[in-house]
């Protein structure tokens, strides 16, 4: 049994408008912005609009359109930063090395020979997040 879904996680917060992000795109169901600690440049994130705490208590439903969102973002990072691959992870509770409490996907375009940098680890600067974020936005269109 996992804990409940708390309204006031970070990621709550940036659906609800309350503190800002660097976001990419939006639709009815799903929401898709910079990770602010990426692992690898033009690392990004996909969320649900609906409350879900993890892939453990989220209904069908969510995790398809989810996933379908995470298709749609993966494909315009592999273009907008002509890369050699793509890195899609999700993690569940703090054993599974789940940190915030919001379901997420994590996007990573990955290129020849270069490692991923330690989750959250150094913030990245937040002119290079725009950049970024506008880069996919535009690879999306
Ligand atoms: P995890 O729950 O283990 O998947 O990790 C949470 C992820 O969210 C990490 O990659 C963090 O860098 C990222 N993160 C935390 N706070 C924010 C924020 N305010 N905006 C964007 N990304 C965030």
Redesign the pocket.
């Known amino acids: 049994m996992t804990d409940a879904y708390d309204n006031d996680n970070?990621f709550a917060k940036?659906l609800r408008g309350e503190?800002p992000?660097h976001k990419i795109y939006e639709d009815e169901h799903t929401f898709a912005?910079?990770?602010?600690?990426p692992r690898g440049d033009g690392h990004c994130?996909v969320i649900p609009k609906m409350p879900a705490r993890n892939l453990l208590d989220a209904d069908i439903e969510t995790l398809g359109v989810v996933q379908a969102t995470v298709k749609k973002i993966g494909t315009a990072v592999m273009k907008a930063f002509s890369a050699d691959g793509l890195t899609v992870q999700q993690?569940n509770e703090p054993a599974g090395?789940?940190?915030?409490f919001h379901l997420?996907v994590?996007v990573i375009p990955r290129f020849d020979g270069v490692k991923l940098r330690p989750?959250?680890g150094d913030m990245e600067k937040p002119e290079i997040l725009a950049e970024n974020a506008e880069k996919i936005s535009a690879a999306l269109k």
């Open positions: 970070i940036i503190i992000c912005f910079m990770d602010i600690m994130l993690f090395g789940q940190v915030v997420h994590h989750h959250t």
